[in-house]
């Protein structure tokens, strides 16, 4: 497949004329232009700007953000979600400091052999910072390339990734990162997913889904797996200080955040009451319930209210465990659903 020439010079001239303004687009720094790209997988733009404009202020440069803890790091990462997106760039910003020099390899084989470095971040950084003939298949390129040459091929397939890269490659051999801001920006503003402005579309002479009116059917995926349900219960327990218990997660999803306890529903009395070698006694109906979505699963949480009022002598916490007084929030990163449950208590 391939397009004519007008094609690119088309959609390149329309990106030139009608992109968004963001702050990463102001930077030929691969730094920040590899952070902006790790903040967007998941993430909307509009929610990306504020994070990655506080990051840069916090940690201006390779060397300062090599130097911070994890936690701090987190801290400045709280909201964002996919948290282990930051554990990973912290680590692979230490490995450009020890093993670089601090400076971000222009390489592509060693670029995409640090901690976290994908296909997609390979090929969108190498890109847009150094020009490399790599093409960025995300899913708005997905969604435009497969109107453009009316492909019905299933998208969540690798076989069809590889593919469109092969069919991509092209395109990329200059002006490699214009171009493939051009695919991305033409999918997120004009082709969309339900309602594409095609009267508007810079490339429309080049669509054959439009030509056949085969848009709205395009990209084919195939249905995800329904996401597993997992029931948590959640306890609020004080000391007679009026401090709140809390644990801080290991060796799981969010890793190294800080949550009131929490505990698959079952046996999760006996599990806490273990923990602290007191018996708990929360109340028997929960004082809140929220849920919350992450790509592969659901928490359904109950949040309990334990009445006592723990004497902090009288309990020896383990080494994951706290006691928290909540004008310390600021010291703490919480995963969304903490974070919820924080506010709920600060009414
Ligand atoms: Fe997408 Fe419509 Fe443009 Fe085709 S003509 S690329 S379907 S916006």
């Known amino acids: 497949m391939y397009l004519e020439d007008n094609f690119k010079n088309n959609i390149m001239q329309w990106f030139n004329q009608n992109q968004r303004s963001m702050p990463w687009r102001e930077t030929t ?23 990655y404009d506080r990051f840069i202020q916090r940690f201006p440069t390779i060397a300062d953000l090599s130097e911070a803890h994890e936690d701090e790091v987190l801290k400045y990462w709280e909201g964002l979600g996919y948290y282990s997106r930051a554990r990973n760039f912290h680590h692979a910003i230490k490995e450009v400091q020890h093993d670089y020099q601090g400076i971000v390899p222009s390489d592509p084989e ?21 020009d490399h003939p790599l093409p960025t298949v995300d899913g ?5 390339w497969s109107r453009l040459n009316n492909d019905s091929r299933d998208i969540k397939l690798q076989s069809t990734r590889k593919a469109y890269e092969q069919e991509l490659l092209p395109y990329v051999q200059e002006e490699a990162g214009t ?30 889904a439009y030509d056949k009116g085969t848009v709205l059917d395009l990209p084919v995926k195939t249905k995800t797996v329904k996401k597993k349900t997992i029931e948590q219960s959640v306890f609020l327990i004080r000391n007679s200080r009026g401090e709140y218990l809390l644990e801080k997660r290991q060796e799981r999803l969010l890793n190294g955040m800080w949550e009131f306890p929490m505990f698959e ?44 009022e723990l004497e902090i002598e009288s309990v020896s916490l383990p080494d994951h465990m706290i ?16 974070a919820k449950i924080y506010q709920f208590i600060e009414g």
């Open 140 to 144: 708005n390129v997905f969604r435009v």
């Open 179 to 208: 171009f493939n801001q051009s695919m991305m920006e033409l999918g997120a503003l004009i082709c969309t997913p339900k309602n594409p402005l095609c009267m508007f579309c810079p490339v429309q002479e080049n669509c054959e």
């Open 29 to 51: 720094n691969p730094y920040y232009i590899w952070l902006s790209e790790v903040m967007l997988q998941q993430t909307q733009v509009k929610t990306v700007i504020d994070y």
């Open 323 to 338: 006691w928290f007084d909540l004008e310390q929030r600021d010291q703490f990163t919480f995963p969304v659903p903490m």
């Open 110 to 130: 060693h670029f995409k052999s640090l901690k976290g470095v994908g296909p997609y971040t390979q090929a969108a950084v190498m890109s847009i910072a150094f």
């Open 265 to 308: 529903t079952a046996h999760a009395i006996d599990q806490i009451s273990k923990q602290l070698n007191h018996q708990i006694e929360p109340l028997s109906e929960p004082i809140f319930k929220l849920k919350h979505q992450f790509t592969h699963l659901i928490w359904h949480i109950k949040v309990y209210s334990v009445p006592e």
